[in-house]
């Protein structure tokens, strides 16, 4: 009897023995294919291990959950062999993370489904990693993308998203890029959350680079770039080809980094577009290259204003470095189209173009406007690198605020560029006392 359950013991051990192979504290999980490791794991998983699934061929599994009932502090990293390796869901979510638990996407993996994190849960993107057709959920986890892509995803996990939807918990983004989805590359709503962008590339989405309604965006390096938002009639209550930040308690901090080469058609604001409350904080870096087309014609035509950044309904924006250059507008507002609050402590506002009014910025009703430092630049002539007013032909439109465009008293008449003896640098109120049109506008100017 003592001897059958010697043996007995022996082939459990075997089996277990069989099953994996530990190296420090990683262990290597073995079977035939990946669905047959994820059932190894919901039999044999403990807390505190570190566990590889290596995967060889392409595969379609059903949805999955990396949460162990009484088990926690788990860490799975999935990786393919040899080759791109396909994993498919069968339906609905593919992976969700559970809290305490992470799951690590390496090497050679590419994702057709979404993941979801649940509050606690973390996932982490390592090179060599694809997400399409999917996107990634962050409902109270921590996603941490070192490398890798975003991209292809139509509504993500979530209507409306695209690469990333965060409800709230964290998004750290250290490099990898998130591009080619067709709505959003990014969204944060409801909690929000925060996304803290390192470095990296936001590029080549069809609904904007970055979507935010709730939370704070902060953004050290990086690139948002090429993204697109497009109207099917004009309309302002949307816009922001590279961001846009649309509510109260909702903020986009900009310490480094670019915002460059995104259009918006139909909409205000090809860079940025502020709306309802929402906050943006320029320290440094750069809003460069966007662009905005109006569409429509006559008193029918709309959007095409704020080439770099738009501020409406009451969108604030706070300037304290950095530079906005190289921006243009079908509209008003080459560089900047004030509808809201504008602040300029410091930093510069040079080289953007404008067809209507405004080259470098446009205050429009009811806005404040107050600058206390920085450059805005005025226009000698192409060389030089001023804002300017230009029609659709390119001539030169005088008094119609190179650098700046506003009017409400004989005060504002003579807030002038830094060139001021140049009368096209005038800022020009030709429609005082008409609409009601009364922006505030204060602060030490350039002379």
């Known amino acids: 009897m003592m001897k059958k359950r010697i043996i007995m013991i022996a082939v459990f051990f075997t089996v277990i023995l069989l099953s994996v192979y530990a190296q420090g ?90 993941v979801n994190l649940g509050t606690g849960g973390n996932l982490i993107m390592n090179k060599g990693v694809v997400i399409s057709t999917g996107g990634v959920n962050v409902d109270g986890g921590t996603f941490t993308m070192n490398d890798g892509e975003i991209s292809g995803n139509t509504v993500g996990v979530s209507v409306g998203s695209g690469g990333i939807v965060s409800h709230s918990g964290v998004f750290i983004m250290n490099g990898g890029t998130i591009s080619g989805n067709t709505s959003s590359g990014v969204t944060m709503q409801y909690g929000g959350g925060t996304f803290t962008m390192n470095d990296g590339i936001i590029s080549g989405n069809a609904f904007g680079g970055v979507a935010l309604a709730a939370g704070t965006f902060t953004m050290n390096g990086g690139s948002i770039v090429s993204n697109t938002i497009t109207a099917n009639s004009a309309d302002f209550r949307v816009g922001g080809g590279g961001v846009r930040v649309i509510n109260t308690n909702t903020s986009f901090i900009m310490n480094g980094g670019k915002i460059s080469n995104n259009r918006a058609t139909g909409y205000l604001g090809g860079g940025v577009y502020v709306h309802n409350g929402g906050t943006f904080t320029m320290k440094n870096g750069e809003i460069s290259g966007n662009s905005t087309t109006g569409i429509g014609s006559g008193r029918n035509r709309g959007g095409g204003s704020g080439g770099g950044v738009s501020l409406y309904a009451g969108g604030n924006f706070t300037m304290s470095g950095g530079t906005i250059s190289g921006n243009t507008a079908s509209d008003n507002g080459g560089g900047v189209h004030v509808h809201g609050t504008f602040t300029m402590s410091s930093g510069t506002i040079s080289s953007n173009t404008a067809r209507d009014n405004g080259g470098g910025v446009y205050i429009s009703n009811e806005s404040i406007f107050t600058k206390t430092g920085g450059t805005i630049t005025g226009y000698i002539n192409d060389a030089e690198n001023g804002n300017v007013v230009k029609n659709t ?55």
């Open 25 to 114: 504290k990683e262990i290597i999980v073995q079977g035939t294919n990946l669905a047959e490791k994820l059932n190894w794991l919901n039999v044999f998983v403990q807390s505190n291990n570190v566990y590889i699934l290596e995967v060889n061929v392409d595969e379609r599994i059903p949805p999955y959950s990396f949460d162990y009932s009484g088990k926690n502090n788990i860490t799975i990293t999935i990786r393919g062999i040899g080759a791109n390796r396909f994993i498919r869901s069968n339906g609905g979510t593919l992976f969700t993370v559970g809290s305490s638990n992470t799951l690590v996407l390496d090497n050679n993996i590419i994702i057709h489904g979404g």
């Open 393 to 447: 032909s390119d001539a030169i439109q005088n008094f119609r605020g190179h650098a700046v465009y506003a009017g409400s008293t004989d005060t504002v008449l003579k807030i002038k560029g830094n060139t001021a003896e140049h009368s096209d640098d005038l800022s020009y109120g030709e429609r005082i006392g008409r609409f009601g049109y009364s922006p505030t506008v204060k602060g030490d100017w350039d002379n």
